[in-house]
């Protein structure tokens, strides 16, 4: 299947204005030390898309990443609608079209290191393997593939059992029922894929640490058994740290994802608050907050003292829980309006916008969300922004941005909302100098 037309809804017709738009946006990056995308120049493509004559400019949509960078990017694929089963046997076709979208849109972006969350996943890493080695890796409509040969992903608590009734509706079993809310196993699943080794190793993993072990937490008072109380995991899916080789210098890739708070499973509200609490303190467990903490391999603790690490994927945070509305329940009003990821001293958050002509606020498009900083769009012209690259404080970041074309720039056709196999998110991306890494690798 191609996917010609999803990248190229129209021609470029691009007026006198448009092109100043172009010139002012190679100028900007320029002036702030970002590596310019030039808008003609003979030796582009980079990052890596064909220049025909009548395609709009790639420049328009995404940076072209500079050598000495690491780029590090996130993705909701949104492909959990299907079991691993099914998921699995519609990608050995080698034409699934959601996974032409999102492995299009990951070639565009040409990042060196790629979180993909919203992925159904099997137990053996089939589903992991076929979307990398068939999709990824193989070039869509004329892109290059990836080669991001080093692949890690574990277990997800979205969908897995828990042996218990966690919903309250006097049934065992349901989707509501789930470790982490799911209606078929691995439903939420994350994969991090990279150009440059992983230290598996030191891989940690954070999927069973329980909720009612974390001090001070938040657990509701709904549930009636010891049980109900002992199950649950903080995680909805996961935490993982994933060390990154980058010469002799290390930097850990803290890898999450939260399964969206539901109206029909109380719960996930009162859990999100302390997803949010277990992140911010894994990252700053040099200053204490994470002495609790304990890995599936049961080593204790947060992140060591000096660590450089970023953050990438859809966490559960504040939007999350402000997305519920007036119907939560008073306490997660009041979490909604504190930031313990993004006010961390550790973190810093490069406030990445689309690479555009058109910025998102000026379009006269319903679909476009409400902020600059959206990666999702929502009913009635709303947004939220659900994916994250947050550097930590001490890493110096050369560029940050979200592909999100207009409708007729490049890649527009790859975040056409009346596509059905477009994922709902969009790519987020920041470029880190690899010299500001620390060196404990």
Known sequence: MSLGPRLFRTPVRRSPAAGAAVTGLVAALALT???????????????GQPLHTDQ?????????????DLRVATLDAGLTARDAETLLADLRDGEDAAAETVAATAQIADPDVLVLTGVTLDEQGKVAEALNSDYISHGQSGNRGLTLEHVFTAESNSGAGSGTDLDGDGRIGGAGDRLGWGSHPGQEGMIVLSSVPIDRDAVRTFGDFRWVQMPGNSMPDIFGTPLQRAVPPVSSTSLWDVPLEIGRQRLHLVATASTAPRSDRRIDAFRAIDERRMLADYIAGAAGQGWYLRDDDGEAGGLAAGSSFVVAGAPATA????????????AVREAAEERPLLDADGVQDPEPRPVTDEPVEERDDEHAGSAPTDTRSLAGGEGMRASYVLPDADLSVRDAGIFWPAADEYGSGLVDPADGETPQDRLVWTDISRGSLDGDA
Request: no cysteine; aromatic share 2%; glycine share 8%.
């Open 319 to 330: 939007e999350t829980l402000a997305a519920l509305g007036d119907d939560a329940p008073s």
């Open 56 to 68: 709009s400019d790639p420049s328009t949509s995404m940076v072209a990443k500079d050598g000495e």
């Open 33 to 47: 030390g970002a590596p310019a995308a030039q808008a003609t120049h003979p030796a582009y493509p980079a990052p």
